[in-house]
């Protein structure tokens, strides 16, 4: 049951005005096993005990309306991500997705790859989950801030997906490409259109994380000096159709990166060893990885588009509802920053220069059998070319809710993911993940 609060605001002017604000939130707690197995047949990791957000992610949020008056009201939501397992608590990481829940632990790495987690891994610092204001009206809807991409809203939270977010074998393939588009999050505007008998228009627009560009001057002082950090652009229009049983939805997103050789997130005066570089991984974003014993230094700028169509719908049949995703898309790396150490650009592992085909689908279902509900999915997820194939990713999932109530349920499930192409061990997608996994759900 939600919680709902008053809150008085006291007004120089007019006296006292009401604003209804609703504090909600979940927990997601259980037991699970998950092990990663190389290409090669050896294990990369296995962890097994106490994890949570096995089938959903653990947030508590704030949602705040005020009525203006004139059919205007104004909103504000505020979310953010924790980790109930750990010692972290409500501070400053969240469980992520399927990879290890590895609390403290830094990646070990060589200068050819990352032996570590792997770029799903356990937890991260993002704890804000989308955090923005909104004005709606006859005039449609405004919103502003840091809030879900239209391509993460139509993957998860659209109804079009049933399988899990967070165990493996559910992650994949609905959301497939995000990782080149701008992610699941950042800052944005977005604007939606009055809504049309069965359809409704948004259009939205922004960057990452962080601000779209910085640049640094070139005083002598400044460590910095010359360096931009990545410089984001996207954009995205998405349209949504419901009626009865069935419900389809389209996003389009163009997405645009341009960064010089040593981004923020590496280091800028790389004279000492465990100094950083920066690296493309498969999914299109930076990462800084640590050089033992080495000085990397970079030359050019690392610069890439993206343009991806995602199409999903579901129908409830009363028996059973299902749920389907295809995801069509290019990634076209212009130009790639060049290490003095370690591992060159190559078209073979998806940092070279070149025009790479983003694809996936998926189809899931949930069936209600009294309190209980069935639910399962497989997925594809593919990336590179016929040619020069990167990520060929086969995943399935079937699990089962017992319902105790409208808030409060227990699950268990398997899942695994194969990935067909990639043999070494530097990427959570190497080889096989499977896991197995059971827990309590509580929304509030």
């Known amino acids: 049951m939600k919680k709902s609060l008053v809150a008085l605001a006291t007004l120089a002017v007019s006296g006292a005005a009401m604003a209804q604000a609703t504090i909600y939130g979940r927990i997601d707690v259980g037991y699970g096993n998950k092990q990663l197995t190389a290409g090669s047949g050896g294990k990369i990791w296995s962890q097994s005990g106490i994890m949570d957000g096995q089938i959903t992610s653990n947030a508590i949020g704030f949602?705040?309306?005020?009525?203006?008056?004139?059919?205007?009201?104004?909103?504000?939501?505020?979310?953010?991500?924790?980790?109930?397992?750990t010692n972290a608590g409500l501070g400053a990481m969240r469980t992520a997705n399927a990879g290890a829940q590895l609390e403290g632990y830094a990646s070990v790495s060589t200068v050819n790859g990352d032996a570590g987690t792997g770029t799903q891994?356990?937890?991260?610092?993002?704890?804000?989950?989308?955090?923005?204001?909104?004005?709606?009206?006859?005039?449609?809807?405004?919103?502003?801030?840091?809030?879900?991409?239209?391509?993460?809203?139509?993957?998860?939270?659209?109804?079009?997906?049933?399988?899990?977010?967070?165990?493996v074998g559910g992650q994949d393939a609905h959301a497939w490409g995000l990782g080149f588009a701008g992610g699941t999050r950042g800052n944005s505007i977005e604007y939606q259109l009055p809504?049309?008998?069965?359809?409704?228009?948004?259009?939205?627009?922004?960057?990452?994380?962080?601000r779209e560009e910085t640049d640094f001057g070139s005083a002598a002082s400044n460590l910095a000096s010359g360096v931009k950090t990545i410089k984001a652009s996207r954009s995205s229009l998405k349209i949504d159709w419901a009626q009865g049983n069935a419900g389809v939805g389209l996003v389009y997103t163009q997405y645009t990166s341009s960064s010089t050789a040593?981004?923020?997130?590496?280091?800028v005066a790389a004279t000492t060893a465990n100094d950083t570089y920066c690296s493309y991984n498969v999914f299109g974003a930076l990462s800084a990885l640590p050089i033992p014993s080495a000085t990397v230094t970079y030359s050019g700028t690392a610069e890439y588009n993206t343009n991806l169509i995602q199409l999903a719908g579901?129908?409830?049949?009363?028996?059973?509802?299902?749920?389907?995703?295809?995801?069509?898309?290019?990634?076209?790396?212009?130009?790639?920053?060049?290490?003095?150490?370690?591992?060159?650009?190559?078209?073979?592992?998806?940092?070279?220069?070149?025009?790479?085909?983003?694809?996936?689908?998926?189809i899931s279902f949930?069936?209600?059998?009294?309190?209980?509900?069935?639910?399962?999915?497989?997925?594809?997820?593919?990336?590179?070319?016929?040619?020069?194939?990167?990520?060929?990713?086969?995943?399935?999932?079937?699990?089962l809710i017992y319902n105790l109530s409208k808030r409060s349920r227990l699950y268990g499930f398997v899942g695994?993911?194969?990935?067909?192409?990639?043999?070494?061990?530097?990427?959570?997608?190497?080889?096989?993940?499977?896991?197995?996994?059971a827990g309590i759900n509580v929304s509030f």
């Open 195 to 210: 809504k049309f008998g069965n359809v409704t228009v948004g259009l939205q627009m922004g960057s990452g994380g962080g």
């Open 416 to 437: 695994n993911l194969k990935d067909s192409v990639r043999v070494d061990n530097n990427s959570s997608s190497a080889g096989y993940m499977t896991q197995t996994g």
């Open 262 to 267: 040593k981004a923020a997130n590496c280091s």
């Open 314 to 362: 579901n129908y409830n049949f009363g028996a059973v509802k299902i749920g389907a995703n295809i995801n069509r898309g290019t990634y076209n790396l212009t130009s790639a920053t060049t290490p003095s150490v370690g591992t060159p650009p190559s078209v073979a592992s998806g940092t070279g220069v070149a025009t790479y085909d983003v694809t996936s689908s998926a």
């Open 63 to 85: 949602d705040a309306t005020d009525d203006i008056g004139g059919g205007m009201k104004g909103r504000v939501v505020t979310e953010w991500g924790y980790s109930p397992t």
């Open 121 to 167: 891994g356990g937890y991260s610092t993002g704890t804000n989950r989308q955090t923005f204001a909104e004005l709606s009206g006859g005039f449609g809807r405004v919103r502003a801030g840091y809030m879900r991409t239209h391509g993460y809203e139509l993957a998860t939270f659209s109804g079009h997906t049933f399988t899990t977010e967070g165990g």
């Open 366 to 399: 949930n069936m209600p059998m009294g309190a209980m509900e069935l639910f399962g999915g497989m997925g594809t997820s593919t990336f590179g070319s016929v040619a020069a194939p990167i990520n060929n990713i086969t995943t399935s999932q079937v699990g």
